[in-house]
């Protein structure tokens, strides 16, 4: 289905020059405006660095949302800041033509447009005592010059702080979340024996998320077995087959299906002092896939193992972190064209507080 927007400016315009109301605000995530995030965020704790962060526009308006500032709280770690001043900050927002599970990790490829720069000057970061069983106030705040009108069916909302300073490290640290529950990797079964002694031996990456490509790294063979990767979506059946289904009676002892035969690639080797593969695991950015179970197995031929020729591996199960609409990328040195996502790809970012005259 396609949403009619008007004419970009003449929205614009309208909203802009509404008349004025309180000004609203909303909290993203919305289940922390009234308790601590679960991480903490070095932005403010040097005078220097590049961070962008990605807020998916169903998080605070249906449609449009007219932006006149943003705010920040301290972290919850048991520690009392002092207050300092920034002596430069460019505040950029607009944009993005990514969501939350596509966000690069190259700044500008996160732009549907050049941003708009809504704020450069120095900043206070006043004073913040730790209080134990306090929320904190988002005392933090940066008003912008201008107001930006955010139009969600042009993507996701878009803002980049960038320090031109010194990587010079105080106590400042901000409040920050991430998905309580991130994808992970762990084996299960057995796997049978090549005619050679060894064994698919395989290297697992830690975490899965959307969007995403990890890399299974299967190594140490002593032949180049002819091999198949397996993806199933159960380990509990396949059609009629009861999993996992033991191969000793069809001639392979100690080898068993442990996965569904859903999607069968195959996986070249390289060598280079034995036989080897990286495997990629590709993740499509389908919100569907968060939070769901896959499985993982490598069967390889090899006449002389056994009387079916074949040998199965043991079996991986892989978690697909849950969605979550908020991402992260940071630099130290403002000047790189590429960061780090938050948290190693974690979904995560600042717990922020939106305010303007507008959530539509």
Same mark, same amino acid.
């Given at each position: 289905?396609?949403?009619?927007?008007?004419?970009?400016?003449?929205?614009?315009?309208?909203?802009?020059?509404?008349?004025?109301?309180?000004?609203?605000?909303?909290?993203?995530?919305?289940?922390?405006?009234? #308790?601590?995030?679960?991480?903490?965020?070095?932005?403010?704790?040097?005078?220097?660095?590049?961070?962008?962060?990605?807020?998916?526009?169903?998080? $605070?308006?249906?449609?449009?949302?007219?932006?006149?500032?943003?705010?920040?709280?301290?972290?919850?770690?048991?520690?009392?800041?002092?207050?300092?001043?920034?002596?430069?900050?460019?505040?950029?927002?607009?944009?993005?033509?990514?969501?939350?599970?596509?966000?690069?990790?190259? =700044?500008?490829?996160?732009?549907?447009?050049?941003?708009?720069?809504?704020?450069?000057?120095?900043?206070?970061?006043?004073?913040?005592?730790?209080?134990?069983?306090?929320?904190?106030? $988002?005392?933090?705040?940066?008003?912008?010059?201008?107001?930006?009108?955010?139009?969600?069916?042009? /993507?996701?909302?878009?803002?980049?702080?960038?320090?031109? /300073?010194?990587?010079?490290?105080?106590?400042? =640290?901000?409040?920050?979340?991430?998905?309580?529950?991130?994808? *992970?990797?762990?084996?299960? /079964?057995?796997?049978?024996?090549?005619?050679?002694?060894?064994?698919?031996?395989?290297?697992?990456?830690?975490?899965?998320?959307?969007?995403?490509?990890?890399?299974?790294?299967?190594?140490?063979?002593?032949? +180049?077995?002819?091999?198949?990767?397996?993806?199933?979506?159960?380990? #509990?059946?396949?059609?009629?087959?009861?999993?996992?289904?033991?191969?000793?009676?069809?001639?392979?002892?100690?080898?068993?299906?442990?996965?569904?035969?859903?999607?069968?690639?195959?996986?070249?080797?390289?060598?280079?002092?034995?036989?080897?593969?990286?495997?990629?695991?590709?993740?499509?950015?389908?919100?569907?896939?968060?939070?769901?179970?896959?499985?993982?197995?490598?069967?390889?031929?090899?006449? *002389?193992?056994?009387?079916?020729?074949?040998?199965?591996?043991?079996?991986?199960?892989?978690?697909?972190?849950?969605?979550?609409?908020?991402?992260?990328?940071?630099?130290?040195?403002? +000047?790189?064209?590429?960061?780090?996502?938050?948290?190693?790809?974690?979904?995560?970012?600042?717990?922020?507080?939106?305010?303007?005259?507008?959530?539509?």
């Amino acid at each position: 289905m396609k949403i009619a927007v008007p004419c970009c400016s003449a929205l614009v315009l309208a909203l802009a020059t509404h008349p004025l109301a309180a000004q609203l605000t909303r909290v993203v995530p919305a289940n922390l405006a009234q #308790r601590s995030g679960t991480r903490s965020a070095s932005v403010f704790a040097q005078d220097s660095g590049r961070y962008q962060q990605l807020i998916e526009g169903q998080e $605070f308006c249906r449609i449009t949302a007219t932006l006149r500032e943003i705010a920040f709280r301290r972290d919850a770690l048991p520690f009392s800041y002092n207050g300092r001043q920034l002596t430069s900050v460019t505040l950029r927002i607009g944009h993005s033509n990514r969501n939350a599970a596509t966000m690069s990790d190259t =700044f500008a490829a996160n732009w549907a447009v050049p941003l708009q720069v809504v704020f450069k000057s120095s900043l206070q970061l006043p004073p913040a005592l730790y209080t134990a069983a306090a929320v904190y106030p $988002f005392n933090i705040v940066i008003k912008f010059t201008r107001p930006f009108v955010y139009i969600r069916p042009v /993507g996701a909302l878009l803002f980049e702080i960038e320090m031109p /300073g010194s990587v010079q490290f105080a106590m400042y =640290f901000a409040d920050a979340a991430a998905h309580p529950t991130s994808g *992970r990797v762990s084996a299960f /079964g057995t796997g049978g024996k090549f005619s050679t002694g060894e064994q698919h031996y395989m290297m697992i990456p830690e975490e899965l998320s959307i969007g995403h490509t990890d890399t299974v790294l299967l190594n140490g063979l002593r032949g +180049n077995y002819p091999t198949l990767a397996i993806l199933g979506a159960s380990n #509990r059946s396949y059609g009629q087959l009861n999993l996992p289904f033991d191969l000793t009676p069809l001639g392979a002892p100690g080898n068993h299906v442990y996965v569904s035969l859903d999607v069968l690639l195959p996986v070249p080797l390289q060598f280079f002092d034995h036989w080897y593969a990286y495997i990629p695991l590709s993740i499509p950015p389908d919100r569907q896939l968060a939070g769901k179970q896959l499985y993982f197995q490598l069967v390889s031929a090899d006449p *002389r193992a056994n009387a079916l020729g074949l040998v199965w591996s043991k079996a991986l199960d892989l978690f697909i972190a849950p969605y979550y609409p908020v991402q992260a990328v940071f630099a130290l040195d403002p +000047n790189q064209a590429k960061g780090d996502y938050q948290y190693w790809r974690r979904p995560a970012g600042l717990v922020v507080r939106l305010g303007g005259y507008q959530f539509n």
